[in-house]
């Protein structure tokens, strides 16, 4: 199969979940991909950002809603199968997506016990705006869109500007903003706080270099089918 065809395997994947149709057919295809396919064909990080954002923001839905999987469960369980192996929602999202980083380390350190296949099919460079792309099925994150690996770079920085737009509050007297709690979690992805900072600057041309960050309380209420 090309590389092409798996890319579009994963929007089609999410696009049936969208529109509520049954998914066995893709799930199928992507399930008979050998292991060095699917590494050939995502050999660049544009290819595995936009192939795994598509797939984990998929099967978090088809999880949930099929088999009535909850939290912290439906992360760290291997529920879903592709090119013949198990993964969770946490190999995608902490191993692949954020170069196999330590849940619960803020970022800073590295899992020391990230299998080896995850390490074989992680980004090269970890790219936070990915924090902005991934849906966990609560209210507070940021909605579903459908990643392409043509787009991939604009559609990242359209997701965080959006997002930071709606979940940024500014007092401008006070000097003090009011943000998303992702920051605080992840902080080392960020750059640390000059970092989150810098993303201000260069994604929303707001200078808070002198103000404080203040973290939202993060609204775990269930909001499935959030598209964009």
């Known amino acids: 199969m090309s590389t092409l065809s798996l890319n579009k395997l994963s929007e089609k994947l999410l696009l049936a979940v969208k529109m509520q149709k049954d998914t066995f057919v893709i799930r ?26 598509n797939i984990y923001n998929a ?18 369980k ?26 619960y380390s803020l970022g800073f350190f590295a899992n020391i016990f990230t299998k080896r296949l995850i390490k074989k099919l992680a980004v090269g460079a970890l790219d936070y705006r990915i924090h902005f792309a991934l849906n966990c099925g609560a209210k507070s994150c940021p909605p579903i869109a459908f990643y392409n690996v043509e787009k991939i770079d604009f559609q990242l920085n359209l997701a965080t500007q959006s997002f930071l737009e709606s979940e940024s509050e500014f007092n401008d007297e006070q000097k003090v903003v009011h943000t998303t709690a992702l920051f605080q979690w992840f902080l080392a992805d960020f750059g640390g706080m000059s970092g989150i900072k810098s993303i201000y600057k260069n994604l929303l041309n707001k200078d808070v270099s002198d103000y404080k960050i203040k973290y939202k309380e993060y609204s775990w209420e269930e909001d499935l089918d959030k598209f964009a």
Not at 59 to 76: A, G
Not at 88 to 98: A, K, M, N, Y
């Open 28 to 53: 199928e295809q992507l399930q008979n991909f050998n292991l060095n396919e699917l590494q050939k064909n995502l050999d660049i990080d544009d290819k595995k950002k936009a192939f795994w954002i």
């Open 59 to 76: 099967y978090f839905q088809i999880i949930r809603k099929e088999q009535q999987v909850k939290k912290p469960d439906i992360y760290r």
């Open 78 to 103: 291997k529920l879903f199968s592709l090119a013949q192996q198990q993964f969770s929602l946490d190999d995608v999202e902490h191993g692949i997506l954020r170069k196999y980083r330590y849940k």
